[in-house]
């Protein structure tokens, strides 16, 4: 007889009682979407939200895994318990210990307090930047007050997973290349905290500057002002100070109003997600039907022109 | 007395007539949106297409302008009309010669057979990726034979663009890195043809090379390999053997019937865009109302979560 799938009401408690298969098999149920990740959702949405969800960021070899690790570390230490999602996008693997990079953090598996969770899944509907925050929320349910959300690059799908934290590090290295380059990736506008990570190479101390050179340019007196911590995460150096500045953050998203702020302005960006994603598959996906055809061919035989065109499809009854 | 608005129609023959304000005010109007801008899309989709349409992308500073100069020449020497759209998503200026480096591209200004107009605008719905087919037709419909679209970098609004040419230009320069940059920046994937640039400079081989091994892994066997153009913009070196790189390209897309395969999905995919950018304006936007109002203050008190707020809005009559 084929194993009876379980009930996510049934899951989230096991989840939220420690064991960590169930939270796996609902991470997966989400990651696939359908009925039962929709029940899933719900769940969890209703169950509560994290302390605090911080996103790493920066370009590919900065030694964002390594930092997470020390992060995870940290936030131990602080008797939190720790939920974190390693994203990439690129990657055709998901749902686990796959990525060689990942390994390291298994010096955390056998920590109870502890959830790692790779995803790379382009099966949600809408991609990575509406898993995430489901992933997220999952991971809340289950207990975690840190959810440590780290991402493997700096592009549009970084920035995008980026909007779901609370706070934002981005990780740069020692002669990583100009304030130009970080400008041109975007780093400048999300970052509420700069980690100069492998800080014992030569440069430090200029791409220090350098950061703060951009940083007197970029931001508005009054504002929070991204700190900029020093770390090698290799050894364990400053990764305790970037913990305190994250908390720090923190603090003043809470203090300011800023963290309500944001934590709404999420959810209306997943709320366009989710309709435009839902939109673009009632209207253009398998579900288009006949008329999307006829309408397709005219314009391919340039009879109609794709505005006009669009108007026949979205306004039927002209 | 104000000014009459001029008639789309009368502005479209002045602007076949070489009429070259005319043709200005078209590409203004296409940028601005709204009910004449449709009129004059109607016309121009029309009006007949561009024979070569010639996407030049590339990082900053690897020469692209001087390049797309080179280019207008050579396509003068042969004979043919150009347009050039200078892409700009960065900047907030539009409209002409206000960028730097456009500058140098008026040495044709005078020349009848040339029309360079930079765009930077966000004012067209749907951003850039839609503005430039548009655009691309106004000049198609003014009488050029060509059209050149350099964009200024190497992000996902630049491949999107390169997505409206028939034939792509990757410009590289000498040590701009490994393979493994252009392969992540997505380039590979959209490279009809490499120009490596600034040749004269130290790398140029060893560029060329990686490069070869690039191309050795990713290309399919009968498929169009790109080939690769040594050219100094600079000097005017390679760029006489660039251009004829780019018509041959445009040959083999036409003998093997993939130009009409790609101006097909063009089509499309531009229909696409516009039917998601209208449905977001209308459910999201400022002609969404009360409705929207209502549910998304539901989601921010945390009533309802994300996806059933999206089904409240898409299913009213639930």
Redesign the interface.
């Known amino acids: 007889m084929p194993k009876r799938p379980a009930d996510p009401a049934a899951l989230v408690r096991a989840a939220q009682g420690g064991d960590k298969a169930a939270l796996g098999r609902l991470l997966s149920l989400v990651e696939r979407g359908g009925t039962r990740a ?1 029940e899933v ?2 769940l969890t ?2 169950a509560g939200q994290a302390d605090h969800v911080i996103g790493i960021t920066g370009a590919p070899g900065a030694g964002k895994s390594t930092l997470t690790d020390c992060l995870i570390a940290a936030a131990r230490d602080s008797g939190r318990q720790v939920g974190v999602l390693a994203i990439d996008p690129t990657s055709p693997y998901s749902g686990g210990a796959i990525l060689g990079d990942r390994i390291r953090m298994q010096r955390h598996a056998l920590d109870e307090g502890v959830f790692v969770r790779s995803m790379a899944t382009r099966g949600h509907l809408g991609g990575l930047a509406l898993a995430a ?1 489901e992933a997220i929320r999952v991971l809340a349910a289950a207990g975690a007050d840190v959810v440590l959300v780290e991402t493997v ?1 700096v ?2 799908v970084e920035v995008e997973i980026a909007g779901a934290a609370d706070t934002t590090v981005v990780v740069v290295n020692p002669g990583w290349g100009d304030a130009v380059q970080a400008a ?1 990736a975007g780093l400048l506008e999300i970052a509420d905290v700069f980690a100069v990570n492998k800080s014992d190479r030569p440069g430090a101390t200029e791409t220090r500057r350098d950061l703060e050179s951009m940083l007197d340019m970029s931001t508005p007196a009054g504002d929070w002002r991204p700190p900029i911590v020093m770390t090698t995460a290799s050894t364990g150096n400053g990764t305790d100070e970037l913990w305190t500045t994250l908390a720090e953050h923190r603090s003043h998203l809470v203090r300011t109003g800023e963290m309500a702020h944001r934590r ?1 302005r999420q ?2 960006d ?7 994603s ?3 598959q009632n ?2 996906g398998a579900g288009a039907g006949a008329r999307y055809e006829e309408v ?1 061919a005219a ?2 035989r ?1 009879e109609l ?6 108007s026949r ?2 306004e039927p009854e002209d």
């Open positions: 929709r959702g719900r949405f209703a925050p690059g592009g549009q041109k709404e959810l209306l997943e709320l366009r997600g989710v309709m435009v839902r939109i673009e209207v253009l397709a314009l391919v340039r022109d794709p505005y006009d065109a669009a499809l979205l």
